[in-house]
């Protein structure tokens, strides 16, 4: 029960970030958008999905994808935002 509860929890925060990407006015709050889907939305999935797995290899597959996602993410954001903010910086 409670893995279907993540689940649902993570496509709906991952259905109202994807509507952010799309409506929001600048780079900054897409950006921002991106990445709570990416932490929040994927980390529920997941977990729900390890949840309904019990305790099995595709469990531990589940706990390493969260961990490299969890990396990935936090990385790939700042780098998006400097790099960004570095070529706005060059233009002026």
Not at 52 to 63: D, L, R, V, Y
Not at 71 to 81: E, H, K, P, Q, V
């Given at each position: 029960?409670?893995?279907?509860?993540?689940?649902?929890?993570?496509?709906?925060?991952?259905?109202?970030?994807?509507?952010?990407?799309?409506?929001?006015?600048?780079?900054?709050?897409?950006?921002?958008?991106?990445?709570?889907?990416?932490?929040?939305?994927?980390?529920?999935?997941l977990i729900g999905f390890a949840l309904?797995?019990?305790?099995?290899?595709?469990?531990?597959?589940?706990?390493?994808?969260?961990?490299?996602?969890?990396?990935?993410?936090?990385?790939?954001?700042?780098?998006?935002?400097?790099?960004?903010?570095?070529?706005?910086?060059?233009?002026?």
């Amino acid at each position: 029960m409670i893995g279907h509860i993540l689940i649902f929890l993570g496509i709906c925060l991952i259905t109202i970030s994807t509507i952010g990407v799309v409506r929001f006015p600048d780079f900054y709050t897409r950006l921002h958008a991106a990445g709570i889907t990416d932490s929040s939305g994927a980390m529920l999935l997941l977990i729900g999905f390890a949840l309904h797995n019990e305790f099995s290899i595709n469990t531990i597959k589940i706990m390493l994808l969260i961990l490299i996602i969890w990396i990935a993410n936090s990385t790939n954001s700042y780098i998006l935002a400097r790099t960004y903010y570095k070529s706005k910086e060059k233009k002026s």
